[in-house]
């Protein structure tokens, strides 16, 4: 933690959480990795009391909602922590996309929705995914959708093509982004919202997309999912109808925020492993691999680089905490390509110096090199970031640049 | 083919093993990396007519060994083409760790020796392994083994623990290195090489090793071994007592050819693919992904590392020929490093070329990307080639580093 | 500014600081940089009184010496503010060599040494040096010395070889760094710091060394000296002897927070001026240069890195401010490094954006290009840097690196 | 020399050359920066006979115009070793601008042109310059061109404003680029080469542009010339009306060749100066600075570039020269780029590595690194010839790019 970001509160549950993911989840992890998901399933939620005990269930929410109720720079911190492994997060049920899902009910949900989905969600006894991206269109485009969500009577009639649906598998519901307006002026008002159990005919899972080697499943998935004269009644509507994108920009600044400090995480338990490895691998009599100087730079530039990632992250989350997520616009740009590169480049030395070990399974860091390679890509490529941030700054200085 | 590296003899092969690749492997390769390797195998077996008749059979064996005869620099540029797929060098018998063993057995092998192993390697009937690096010393210091054979009566008996067997599932013997004369003064006279059948009960296969997610399987797998008072007679001892590391030496400069010209075949392969999406991707109405000049400059800095690659591999692989091996020590350290180097960086861009898709396993890409991550360890750390080529230059300086 | 470090005391202060820089040091700086330094020096010093009236005349101080009394933090923010003009800290008198000089005689200075050299430095009216490096050793090393002082009766015999004595050109006085205890047991309690006039017979000013093209002159210079038989009185030691690198050390942590602040001034107005020429470039009818993604994904890297320098070096400056320079010597290692190579990156892409112009003297660029290439080596180079930072991390996994 | 590069005739000059300039070039180059031109111009021109008698004078002529008949591979190799040092070129008469407009009045030159001003320049008694860019339009669009000339009877009026003409500063003639054609359709069909006396009243030389701190003077300038209603016979017209960027191009390719091998011989200079450094610079007792694993990776890193560089730019040399110059223009385009990054490189290791040394004037590092940062700008920027490449590439994919 750093000095100026910490708060009592924090650093009540910080302890707690850091003593159950040693207890509990990293001598775990491996073996999880390498087992079907709904037995993982079974055991992390067996885990759930003592999750619970550690005040930090639910991490992201505030009290009235069950949650520890801590600020958006402390459940940063907190964040961090949990990304340390592929199940923190899961373990405290505050993991994507439910987290995001579940802000969406509590802002956008009718009493119904939230009795009949989001009560189950907040108590972690299921699952929900989150349908966005297409394989017909650039997902660095985000406005143009083929999914159409027609009215017909009392109910949206869904037809599309979906992919990169993050956990459909074994999911209750999805929440689907389809064009219900598609003669709106402003591309940004043709797209609305709307919640769909998965138990419907009309919504088909055609496959867990194989990724880096592996389809996975269960939570641990990417699923490419059609919806064929998909029916749900118009109350399944979040919001209002081309309310879509302003929705979807709500969730976007703090799921930044969540998945930068997730990434974090991750870069520092590679650094610890990378220091561990250094500090005794022995590569002859008597000499350390930690006492190479291209390791010694590896681990300094390391540490500044995760050090500089931090500070940006947090400040950018003060911003959006204290003026709001409109005037923090551009950091939220900035972080993702930022700390995204930087977790690509500690991942990528923390296993290299671990040599062979380093693309074995025996350690968690192939599972980061090879995971983690999308992160430069998903929500938008880093340069489509770089370039939107660029082109925003050089407004300030009178070019209207095209996209 | 770079006109002043071209020759009647290659050109000849060259077209119908491209034409070849093109009608038997590419087509299947995405579905053989998802399907068991016996299966595979047989596949591949099946396709030996074919790969026979382009002339490219046994590609690096001399004509008197049944292979085409074709110089070091014009089998590096057949190399490169085989290694457009992970699937090539096996479609034409001249895959690792095979094609080294085989050179070993041509060259020490007894007539006993190559009657009972060579034959069957040479027909592709069979497969091998060759077992050097250990878990309990760094691969950058080769000279550290832990394994020994020590001589009882007229055979060895063996033990010793190694890892990272290449292929070891399935292969129908191994080449072990193992230390004979401990007492040697130079502990690059302490090794011998020596073969043994993977059938006798002290060769133990503990696991296929899972790198990036996957164990493996048959020639696609990387073993953990255990020699159990392994007896072997002592007529399988390849060269002399001692000669190990010299053996390894003169299997290593080919070897170095070999993947760096296939490392550059992946090059070729994941270029054309980036070329191919940023040519045919449309961002939005009319504007084609291969406009944006961050593409284009990904597009011309790969294009230049992968000639000057070539460029260095092949004139490594002209001094070898006309001057020998040891000639061209410093320029086989170089190409090591550098070559390695560029294969990940335009494995990388391609796969972030193709954004989501590139990161699935509907392309080669995430396979390039996760599987050659090994390229800049195997063999030697690339840190450790880059301080001995440096050792090496600062002598000429008067400088006596250390290591 | 960044809101969560800012305060009505700086702000007080900012704006007429840069009004200041506009109206009298921009217009100036490029025909100040081809003129002779004495008449540079009187310009500058007529601009005294207005240069008093914003408040931040010898900005570092305490108001009781006569400063606005700014915290670390704010200093910091200003001294970013000053760094965006070679000539901004020599303007409010808190340029180096002389602002830590300043430092150490109001710490350590005798009173009459106070009167005669700290009294007139404060107003502006002399010049002063600092002689520690010396070329016959690295220095990344700065325990090995060759200058001595020996004492003689009431008087220091100093002998020695110093060079890139900043400023030493017209300065009045300098501080010598010479061994006083040779026979001292920690090489860290064997040199002192004392001050010497420059006019007496035994200081020679061999040469205003020649760098990147130019020998220098006055302040703007760096100079080899010699020390032949220098005769000081013993009360012009500063501190007790021996505690020369006690002394150097607290000069040095205040010192790197202003150096890096300068540094990021130089890429703030770097990258204003990379903005503006990307805003306004016509490269074709109606294609400007900004609308090119390679520019604009320079522009992002850009931002994001200086926002992040910005970050980790107000935060190392606020640790040091609440918890002691001790507890914040990582981040001061960190910084340095980190800093420098984000200034090299920012000035070489703004000077590309500049095309032709760039390497032209029209600008502030190719100025800011070779001046400030000694950032990565002053001070300890990098490389130096970053070993010892990983030295200190790995220390805690219980290594105990040697150099 | 590369081996499969070298040749009798090749090797009959090289080792005269390497001595000339070992013992009368190196030892004057730093005074010879910090000294006038034209007693420079008179030092070198006394050592005429000494460069005549190895045989390189002229050297990039056949012997049939008085130089050494080399082919391009063989002149890009010494090309390599007169750019050692910066007054290479100049004693052997092959430097820039003077030997491409050589070229140009051999081919397009009247005999009253040749006898005029081609015999004095073959003589290496008068200088010329060639003036081609304007302040006005980007340098990366060649055609957008400003200059006029205009017929008026048996004279050329012209009229224009160019920048970077190099070495005009006393020349005697200047080669210009100016507009004959603007109504031709074709762009590249409206310019013309006309040459013009210096000493007439239209020409008016501005001034020589400082740059990076220096205006320089003589040949080793870069002037800001303008064209005031300057006349000169319409039997100055090199080739004919609007062939002027036909003829550009052709002067390009070669051009090309020589530049790329100058900046490796400068790459080679800093290599070997980095080397000696690193082999005899004392850190602390008995640990030499080449003992670091960061200088060994800089220098085996340098060596690998340099290399590759130099494949890449003979084998295009060789290319052109087999195949002509349109053949290899994809291959032209490439090296640009990719030395002019290399030379970067190396030249800012090899100062780092002299540390604080490194940027004074004692070595000639910092005269490279700041007088070489133009080659990434100069005659096209990089990210211009990347676009370029990639488009050209593209396009065989079938994407018609726009620029």
Redesign the interface.
Known sequence: M???FASPKLQALYEPVQQFLHDHIYPNELRWL?TPFHEVEREIRALRPQAQATGAWNAALSEAEGGPGLKLTEFAQLSELLGTSPFGHLAFNCQAPDAGNIELLLQYGSTDIRERYLEPLLAGDIRSCFAM?E?AY????PV?LGTTAVRAGDEYVINGHK??TTAADGASFTIIMAVTNPEAESPYARASMILAPTDLPGFELVRN??????AGEGWHSHAEVKFNNLRVPISNLLGREGEGFKLAQERLGPGRIHHCMRWIGICERSFDMM??R???????EG???????????W???S???I???R??VL?TA??MQ??GQRAAS??I??IK??VADVMQRVVDRA??VH????????TIL??F??EE??A???DG???V???S???K??K????K???
């Not at 650039?138 to 485009?141: I, L, P």
């Not at 997309?209 to 592996?214: E, L, Q, R, V």
């Not at 300030?396 to 070019?399: E, F, R």
């Open positions: 750093i000095a100026s390498q991206t394989p650039a997902g660095s485009n143009r992919w990169f997309i194989p990724i880096m080697g592996h220091c561990r250094a500090a005794t691998r022995e590569l002859s000499r350390m691999l930690g006492e190479k100087q291209m390791v010694q730079s681990i300094a530039e540490r500044a680089q050090d500089a990632s500070y940006m400040h003060l911003k204290e003026e551009t950091e740009s900035t390509f930022f296993l290299q040599g062979a070990l380093g693309i074995t399974d025996d192939s599972f090199y090879r390679r999308g430069r890509i998903y490529p880093d340069e970031h770089k370039a941030l660029a082109r700054i050089l300030q200085y009178g070019l640049a095209r996209r």
